[in-house]
């Protein structure tokens, strides 16, 4: 087994965060096993994907190119990285837990005769693999075992992306073996999700507000602060499901999962189901009257006092220092 593999999903743009993610988990996965880290990606030599990395570099870049993959389809990419995979024997192979790679990777491992450890959130030494079960309130242990390759998938907002290093890679071009008569399926309109007018997974500043708020009527507190910050307005599930902000502000296990640089908590307890959707962040600050709050189990500065005294004070201070 030669390298750690971490491969692109086909997007329209070529781009993708996910990517850079999944390979600052590839970049800790080949420190703890001492083998060298790779990429691919279905695209020409001259995409870009293969030219931008987050971090140092990878050793090496393959461009899989076949006009039989101009179009996502799971028999195509399953007989392509098939091929890649048995040419270049890595260990592991790893991808972002998007929903491309739920389609596709499952049958992809199955050829190998193995399964796919799905949505990582942490890999440590052995290596290990941990998964988050029953909504975080479980972390399970997975080890690989027997012959062949590792499968992974890299939850989103797990593995913040290293900061850009200067440095180029070498890139090979892969022209698999494949006729049209192999691909069984006809693709449509690519999946997406229900339409939002923001990401906050791409916000670099997010405020986030809680029950602590009280009140509708005390929402431009919040607001205020996030203007000032130049942050997106976020929110735990109770402000959502009461209207004051819509759902697709909600961060959480069934919101959405963020990793900005900087993550303010106001009023925000910190229940498991809403630390899932933002322990990826960078720099976590917490404001909350409750000392033992369990969100400044996970907060790297805390405020423990009354919000309704902290963020006036904290709006007028930001602002004053712009």
Known sequence: MSSVLVVQEARADGKSRFFQESLAAGRILAGLTGLPLEA????????SVLAEFSGP??????AVQHPLLE???????????????????????VFPHSYQVRDFVPRLAARFGKGLIGDVTAIEAG?????????????????DAGDGPC???????????????????TIHPFVPEMIAAQIRTHPGEPFRASARTVDLGSAQAIVAVGRGIKEEANMPLVRDLAAALGAELAASRPICDNGWLPMERQVGSSGQTVAPKLYLA????????HLVGMKGSQCIVAINKDPDAPIFEVADYGIAADLFEVIPALTEAIKAAR
Do not use: C, W
């Open 40 to 47: 691919a990606a279905i695209g020409n030599p001259n995409s």
């Open 57 to 62: 570099p990878p050793a090496a870049a393959h």
């Open 71 to 93: 179009t996502y389809t799971s028999d195509g990419y399953v007989l392509a990285f098939e091929q890649l995979i048995r040419k270049l024997q890595p260990a592991f192979v």
């Open 127 to 143: 290596p290990t693999f941990v998964r988050q079960l029953f909504q975080g309130r479980v972390n399970g242990m997975y080890r």
């Open 151 to 169: 499968f992974i998938s890299i939850q989103s907002g797990a593995f913040p992306p290293d900061s850009a290093t200067a440095g180029a890679t």
């Open 266 to 273: 106001a009023g925000i307890s910190g229940a498991i189901q």
